[in-house]
C-alpha cells in the first residue's frame, strides 16, 4: 500500500469539499480525489452562483459558515435580499484550496481511478494513476517496458465517499442503482457576461418587472444587485415575455432558447452578470457520453443567441460580452444509489422527523421539464433528510453524498441544491468521526 488514509473522498465538488473539510479538521487523514483541475465542482466549474437559502433552522452548517466568512476577505461574497450565499466563482477555486491546506486535506487533482479493491462488503484501496492517461496496457518508455502499476498509486482507506454527482464510483463496484423510470430533467450550460452598466440594467429592469418574487434589486456593499427571470411556461405572467416574443420575431432567437431564462449579479464585480440557462429541452440521458456532446453544442450555440439578445434588448448590455462559460453541464438528477435507506417523496411532504439526521430543510421540489407548463416547483415544510440515506446498501465503508444520494425521484428535486449537500458531506464526516 502506497498510502492510508482514514478518508477518501471521490470527487471535489460541493458535497466533497465539505466533508473532505469537515474530517480534516476534526483530525481524520483525508485526501479528496477530483478528476478535474479544481475543486467546487457546480460552484467553480458549473458556474452555479448563488447558493440558494434553505431554511433557518439548518443543521451541519460550519463547513458553509467557514466559506463565506473565507470569500468575505478576499470581497468574493456578498449578503443580497438576506441570503450570504453570493460568490465569485473563480476566487472560490482559490478559497477552497486553502481550506483544505487549513483542515490537513490532501488533493489529486486530474485523479483517473484505473482499479479499485474490495472484499466482502467493503472496499479496501484504489489505484489511482500518475499520468493523465493510459491507453496500453503497458507503456514503452527509451525501448524499455514499464508495467502500468509502477505508474500508478495504491491508496487505502477505512472509509470512502462517493461525491462524484453521476454516482461514478458507486457503479464501477456495481453498488445497486435506483431505476424509477422517470424521465430525465434538462441539462443547462451556465455563462457569465461583463461589461454590463449593472446601474442602468437594475433600474430598468426594476420599474419594468414589478413581480418581487421574480425581480429583485439591492444595494450592498456599494454595488447594485439583482436578479430577474423569464420561461416559456404560460401559466404565470412574466414581464419579459414580449421582448422575447420579439426576439423571436427578429429570428434573434429561437423558442427553444426562450424555455429559460435567470441571470443574477456576480459578488464583488459590479459589470458582470451569471446566466443559469440556456437549459436544453431535448430529452437527453446526462449519463451518456453522446447525449451530453448534444447537449453542449446546443447550449453553446445558445449562448451565443442569448448573449447577442441581451445585447441588443436589455439597457445596460450595449457593451456587454461573454466572459465565461461553464466547463461542466448543469445536471439535476443523474444516477442515484440505493443506500440503507430511500427517502421518498412522502418522507419530505410529510415532515418526517429521524433519529439521525443530517440536514434541515425547506427548500422546494425543484423539478424541471423539457415541456411547456410541467415543470415542478411545490412548497413544502421543514424536513429532514436521515444518514441511512447517505449510507452504501451494498458496503459498509462506503457513504453516498451529493444528488446521487439514495432517494426518490422528486424529493430528490428538493435535496440536490448546495446548501443541502454542504450538510449532506459534512453530517457523513461527523458520523464517520463519531463512529471511527
Known amino acids: 500500500m502506497d498510502k492510508k488514509y482514514d478518508v477518501v473522498v471521490i470527487g471535489g465538488g460541493t458535497s466533497g469539499c465539505a466533508a473532505a473539510y469537515t474530517a480534516g479538521k476534526l483530525g481524520l487523514k483525508t485526501l479528496i480525489v477530483e478528476q478535474g483541475g479544481c475543486l467546487g465542482g457546480a460552484m467553480t466549474s458549473g458556474l452555479v452562483v448563488p447558493v440558494m437559502f434553505t431554511g433557518k433552522n439548518s443543521i451541519n452548517t460550519d463547513f458553509y459558515k467557514t466559506l463565506i466568512s473565507e470569500m468575505e476577505k478576499i470581497n468574493a461574497q456578498v449578503t443580497y435580499n438576506g441570503n450570504s450565499g453570493w460568490f465569485n466563482p473563480e476566487l472560490l ?15 489529486i487533482f486530474n485523479a483517473n481511478i484505473n482499479n479499485i479493491v474490495t472484499n466482502n462488503k467493503m472496499i479496501k484501496s484504489i489505484e489511482v494513476a500518475k499520468i493523465l492517461s493510459l491507453y496500453y496496457d503497458k507503456i514503452y518508455t527509451n525501448n524499455t517496458i514499464t508495467d502500468n502499476n509502477r505508474l500508478s498509486v495504491c491508496i487505502g482507506a477505512k472509509y470512502f465517499i462517493d461525491a462524484t454527482g453521476d454516482g461514478n464510483f458507486s457503479k464501477k463496484i456495481n453498488c445497486e442503482i435506483l431505476d424509477d423510470n422517470s424521465e430525465f430533467q434538462p441539462m443547462s450550460l451556465r455563462f457569465i457576461m461583463s461589461g454590463v452598466d449593472s446601474e442602468k440594467f437594475a433600474n430598468w429592469i426594476y420599474q419594468f418587472d414589478e413581480d418581487r418574487n421574480v425581480t429583485t434589486v439591492q444595494k450592498a456593499d456599494k454595488y447594485t444587485y439583482f436578479s430577474t427571470a423569464y420561461t416559456w411556461d404560460t401559466n404565470k405572467h412574466w414581464a419579459l415575455a414580449p421582448i422575447f416574443k420579439r ?23 459590479p459589470d458582470a452578470v451569471a446566466f443559469n440557462c440556456p437549459r436544453v429541452v431535448e430529452n437527453l440521458n446526462p449519463c451518456d457520453v453522446f447525449d451530453r456532446t448534444k447537449a453542449l453544442l446546443a447550449a453553446r450555440a445558445s449562448i451565443l443567441r442569448l448573449s447577442e439578445f441581451c445585447i441588443k434588448y436589455l439597457p445596460g448590455f450595449e457593451n456587454a460580452y461573454v466572459v465565461n462559460i461553464s466547463d461542466n453541464l448543469g445536471v439535476r438528477v443523474s444516477n442515484r444509489i440505493k443506500g440503507k435507506y430511500v427517502y421518498t417523496i412522502e418522507d419530505l411532504k410529510s415532515g418526517m422527523t429521524f433519529e439521525h439526521p443530517v440536514l434541515i430543510s425547506t427548500y422546494p421540489v425543484d423539478v424541471h421539464s423539457k415541456d411547456k407548463n410541467a415543470s415542478n416547483l411545490i412548497q413544502t415544510g ?9 449510507m452504501s446498501a451494498d458496503y459498509d465503508n462506503l ?3 451529493g444528488r446521487c444520494l439514495s432517494a426518490d ?9 448546495q446548501a443541502n449537500c454542504f450538510s449532506m458531506g459534512e453530517g457523513v464526516a461527523k458520523h464517520i468521526f463519531n463512529n471511527a
Not at 426576439?247 to 464585480?269: H, K, P
Not at 421543514?382 to 447517505?390: C, V
Not at 425521484?409 to 441544491?417: H, I, T
Open 382 to 390: 421543514e424536513y429532514q433528510l436521515p444518514i441511512e440515506s447517505l
Open 247 to 269: 426576439a423571436i420575431s427578429d429570428n434573434v432567437l429561437n423558442e427553444r432558447d426562450c424555455n429559460y431564462f435567470q441571470m443574477f449579479s456576480v459578488a464583488g464585480t
Open 399 to 401: 457513504y453516498i453524498v
Open 93 to 107: 477555486k482559490i478559497i477552497l484550496d486553502k481550506m483544505m491546506s487549513d483542515a490537513n486535506v490532501d488533493i
Open 409 to 417: 425521484y422528486f424529493a430528490q428535486g428538493a435535496l440536490r441544491v
